[in-house]
């Protein structure tokens, strides 16, 4: 298992499985149990998913290369450092292939856009739970600039238990430093010209059709639309190469689910590799 150093000078263990055509994952393949799993799963996360998404993309045939890169910033935060330019530097070096596709999901999609357009190296491209045209950046940085003030002025913890897809009902747990390092990613990203991108690989978007999240008082009401722009933008995003697919009745959650993404990405790669 090799380890790697990434830009803050931190180090990060890649993990390698199967054989083939090699594709790169930024997720954990930890098998987690206990409280850790409960209380996952009843925010409606499948504690087990990064685990299953690289032992089916294995079993399919492709050599799949990982990394618990969400995971480690958690552990080890770069608060002022996690640029736009930085993120896609770790990406680059976790994936040590000479060529390779890469599939992220959520931030780890717009993360994977960011390293498509730094690199000659991606033989494709895929993005889940995050638009490739009319991205939610500036809401995305109005909602994390509201989790880094509730770190430094934490939030009397909610009352009940907690409701998948429901931010307030939720105890925040985050440290200043882990909430800063993503206002300093979307920071880094309020210039990025989504219209200017046009990649030659092939690239796949999708997202739960109902994957729309509106926040609560608590994140000043914010709305962070990201079913609708892949709808809106589905024939410019075709017309440049791209397949769009949405996951009828899915939201954020269970669109990122191994059972839904290994039916569409499989296939897709199979056809694309």
Request: net charge negative.
């Amino acid at each position: 298992m090799p380890t790697v150093t990434l830009h803050d000078g931190s180090t990060l263990d890649v993990r390698v499985q199967g054989s083939g055509p090699a594709i790169f994952l930024p997720v954990s393949t930890a098998i987690i149990e206990g409280e850790q799993a409960d209380a996952m799963r009843a925010w409606g996360a499948d504690p087990d998913n990064g685990h299953a998404l690289a032992t089916g993309l294995a079993d399919a045939g492709f050599r799949v290369i990982t990394a618990d890169y969400e995971g480690h910033r958690n552990q080890h935060p770069a608060p002022l450092t996690l640029s736009a330019d930085a993120v896609a530097a770790d990406l680059q070096a976790l994936a040590g292939a000479d060529r390779f596709a890469y599939y992220g999901y959520s931030w780890l999609a717009l993360s994977g856009l960011q390293l498509a357009i730094r690199t000659d190296r991606l033989t494709a491209l895929a993005m889940g739970g995050y638009p490739p045209l009319g991205g939610p950046y500036e809401a995305m940085l109005a909602v994390t600039r509201s989790a880094h003030r509730m770190a430094l002025d934490p939030p009397l913890p909610p009352t009940g238990e907690p409701v998948a897809g429901d931010w307030d009902s939720v105890a925040f747990t985050q440290t200043p430093d882990q909430t800063r390092q993503f206002v300093t990613l979307y920071e880094s990203l309020q210039d990025f010209d989504e219209r200017a991108v046009h990649l030659d690989i092939p690239r796949l978007a999708f997202a739960g059709a109902e994957d729309n999240i509106q926040y609560g008082p608590a994140w000043d009401n914010a709305y962070v639309a990201l079913a609708e722009p892949l709808l809106e933008n589905r024939e410019a995003l075709q017309k440049d190469g791209w397949e769009v697919r949405t996951v009828p009745r899915a939201d954020h959650m269970v669109a990122m689910q191994a059972a839904t993404v290994l039916p569409i990405l499989i296939p897709w790669l199979r056809s694309s590799l």
